[in-house]
């Protein structure tokens, strides 16, 4: 089989994704698509991924495909990923790390208080996708937020905001439980952190439930902090139910003090704000500097 199948969905059966009878397989190219396009040839790729998005259905194991390129895409709101079991996978580089360059980025022009994308559907997986946010310092914002549960990250790289207001975040996780991340980095030493900021937020959702028994496998943390109260990870206080645990295996939290700068290493790898509560498991070569 040649790397690129002149059909699409020959294509995806090579990448071991859930395959159903109805499942549809759509094409992303920001350089080289078009509104117009039907998404369904490698010759006809669609220019957003919103609008690739739009043409899935939910629980029939939909796969939209984001070529890599110069160009990202540029989204004017939040992208809500709510159909379950759809699946978005970057076809680009896979080696883990920074600059995918499968890339949605909100555009430092473009004013989103929230985040670039909330994945709240269910089963979705992810992969080889770079997600960004550069709006500018003023409004607390995001880059990727989890509502959905069991869904499965692998080497996507979550940047961190632009905004360094307070609150601001590169993943935060509410509601969605057993969710897994591997290979994945969140944060980055590109864009000093001066405030409360965090790289990964766990916390209550709207939905109420509780976003436990995440999992972080090989993933790295990165930051370039120079105050003590940003933190590589922050689990809520709003969490209180006991049965609370999230996991890192083999991970490595990494902050970058530059030269000179007064806030040195970060005080928190981890801010647990509610102990008795919850129960955090590091096993394998996690490392922190």
Request: proline content about 4%.
């Amino acid at each position: 089989m040649s790397l690129f199948p002149k059909n699409l969905n020959e294509y995806v059966a090579g990448m071991g994704i859930p395959r159903g009878p109805k499942s549809k397989v759509f094409l992303v190219d920001p350089v080289n698509g078009a509104t117009g396009n039907t998404g369904t040839t490698w010759a006809s790729p669609l220019k957003t991924l919103e609008a690739a998005y739009a043409l899935t259905t939910a629980n029939q194991h939909d796969v939209v495909l984001f070529l890599a390129g110069a160009t990202a895409d540029n989204p004017a709101a939040t992208i809500t990923w709510s159909n379950s079991y759809t699946h978005l996978i970057g076809v680009g580089s896979e080696l883990p790390g920074l600059g995918q360059r499968c890339r949605v980025v909100n555009a430092a022009a473009t004013v989103m208080h929230g985040p670039v994308i909330t994945f709240s559907g269910n089963g979705c997986i992810v992969k080889n996708m770079q997600f960004g946010n550069e709006h500018a310092a003023g409004t607390a914002t995001g880059v990727v937020l989890v509502e959905g549960q069991r869904n499965y990250f692998e080497n996507v790289f979550f940047m961190v905001p632009f905004a360094t207001d307070s609150t601001s975040y590169s993943l935060k996780i509410t509601d969605g439980g057993e969710n897994v991340f591997k290979r994945c980095t969140i944060g980055q030493t590109t864009c000093v952190r001066t405030t409360t900021t965090r790289n990964l937020w766990i916390a209550l959702g709207t939905g109420e439930a509780n976003p436990t028994r995440n999992k972080f496998i090989e993933c790295e943390f990165l930051s370039w902090s120079i105050a003590t109260t940003h933190v590589h990870v922050l689990i809520d206080s709003d969490i209180t139910v006991e049965a609370f645990s999230v996991h890192f295996e083999n991970c490595r939290f990494d902050n970058f003090p530059g030269s000179g700068e007064a806030g040195g290493l970060l005080a928190e790898a981890i801010d647990d704000q509610m102990v008795k509560f919850h129960q955090v498991l590091m096993w394998g070569q996690n490392t922190c500097a």
